[in-house]
């Protein structure tokens, strides 16, 4: 049974040793996890809901004092309402959340930095699997994932079908394109390529700042979309500062866009390992639900969930088009929800209610 722990409270388990698919070891697995509710005497109420790259198990406020990424969706009365469902959120393996990851002691009492294996979406869902059994879960009511979450929730469905009644893959693809690896990529470049980094071997010192902070300034364009931009920043300056005509090129001043980047680089490099970036980035890359499953048909064709499939209208990242390949590839009739809005991807985490409704009707109706 579930721990009887308050709601959106962290809590860690220890699963034992794993292997990874490529063949990586830990020793010692502990998965973090938040929880909302209580699981139902039959065990039938359980909602697993997955977090984006930088994502952590903190979905919904719960009897914490932090608000959650998802709390116009999850609480209370809500969609996924936790009077009657048994949230669970699960960070991520590899993460840096509270789960076993680069920057957790190895047996020695290292950190395992360089040497933490590769690890692959599959490889978290298998984790979360046991995870699931420890907590008493042998099948899911549904599993919400938008983005990397997205690809977490096909990936369950399809590694394990038998335990997946409902899916929900919310602006995200059947396997990452082209266009999406090679902006992962100069993301990756960009932490690696900082002298901070050391090889990945930097605890404990600060490691890759600036490489971090490049990544994610390369990452955010790709989260919002170019009107958006246009319309909250256009070419104004940043408060007094003067971006054009300075005669010295090093004291020129920052336009407004400039200056959103530089917040939200900042804010990411203080709760964000960069090597715990980097494995979840390399774990989204290899996305591919038809990997080593024949066509895409065939691999779709192994899941016996219902799907629930929604993708933004101005997302630059994912497509909506992408997402229309996805639910084509499903069996039967699956329609592409829209959630509009001017802002793109990110959209998925700040819009999240225009689905509610739709939700609702197709995963949490009341009987």
């Known amino acids: 049974m579930p721990d009887d722990g308050p709601d959106g409270v962290l809590r860690t388990r220890s699963l034992g040793p794993f292997t990874c698919e490529t063949g990586g070891?830990?020793?010692?697995?502990?998965?973090a996890y938040e929880t909302w509710g209580t699981l139902n005497e039959d065990r039938s109420n359980a909602v697993l809901i997955q977090h984006a790259l930088t994502g952590s198990s903190h979905v919904a406020r719960g009897d914490s004092d932090e608000d959650g990424w998802w709390d116009q969706l999850v609480g209370p009365g809500k969609t996924i309402d936790t009077t009657r469902y048994f949230a669970v959120s699960i960070n991520m393996l590899g993460g840096c959340y509270g789960s076993t990851g680069p920057a957790t002691d190895d047996p020695d009492?290292?950190?395992?930095?360089?040497?933490?294996?590769?690890?692959?979406?599959?490889?978290?869902?298998?984790?979360?699997?046991?995870?699931?059994d420890a907590l008493g879960i042998g099948q899911w009511h549904s599993v919400v994932g938008g983005s990397l979450g997205g690809a977490r929730a096909l990936e369950w469905a399809l590694l394990y079908?038998?335990?997946?009644?409902?899916?929900?893959?919310?602006?995200?693809?059947?396997?990452?394109?082209?266009?999406?690896?090679?902006?992962?990529?100069?993301?990756?470049?960009?932490?690696?390529?900082?002298?901070?980094?050391?090889?990945?071997?930097?605890?404990?010192?600060?490691?890759?700042?600036?490489?971090?902070g490049l990544a994610r300034r390369i990452a955010h364009i790709t989260y919002r979309s170019e009107p958006e931009l246009e319309h909250r920043f256009g070419r104004a300056a940043q408060g007094i500062e003067a971006p054009f005509g300075s005669s010295d090129p090093s004291s020129r001043g920052r336009y407004q866009v400039?200056?959103?980047?530089?917040?939200?680089?900042?804010?990411?490099?203080?709760?964000?390992?960069?090597?715990?970036?980097?494995?979840?980035?390399?774990?989204?890359?290899?996305?591919?639900?038809?990997?080593?499953?024949?066509?895409?048909?065939?691999?779709?064709?192994?899941?016996s969930a219902e799907f629930f499939i929604a993708a933004v209208d101005t997302d630059r990242l994912y497509y909506p088009s992408?997402?229309?390949?996805?639910?084509?590839?499903?069996?039967?009739?699956?329609?592409?929800?829209?959630?509009?809005?001017?802002?793109?991807?990110?959209?998925f985490l700040t819009e999240i209610q225009q689905l509610d409704e739709r939700l609702r009707d197709a995963f949490y109706s009341v009987p």
């Open 258 to 303: 400039e200056s959103y980047l530089d917040h939200q680089a900042d804010k990411l490099v203080e709760r964000f390992d960069a090597n715990s970036y980097l494995l979840l980035t390399e774990a989204l890359m290899g996305h591919d639900a038809s990997r080593d499953r024949g066509t895409l048909q065939d691999a779709l064709g192994q899941a």
């Open 161 to 212: 079908p038998e335990r997946v009644n409902r899916c929900a893959v919310i602006a995200c693809t059947a396997a990452s394109s082209a266009e999406q690896i090679a902006f992962a990529q100069a993301q990756l470049r960009s932490i690696r390529l900082d002298p901070g980094f050391a090889g990945g071997d930097y605890y404990p010192g600060p490691g890759p700042v600036d490489g971090l």
């Open 25 to 31: 070891y830990l020793p010692q697995l502990a998965l």
């Open 322 to 347: 992408q997402s229309h390949v996805l639910a084509a590839a499903l069996p039967g009739d699956v329609p592409v929800h829209m959630i509009a809005s001017p802002i793109g991807h990110d959209a």
């Open 109 to 132: 009492g290292v950190p395992w930095g360089s040497r933490f294996p590769y690890v692959t979406v599959r490889d978290s869902v298998r984790a979360e699997a046991l995870l699931a």
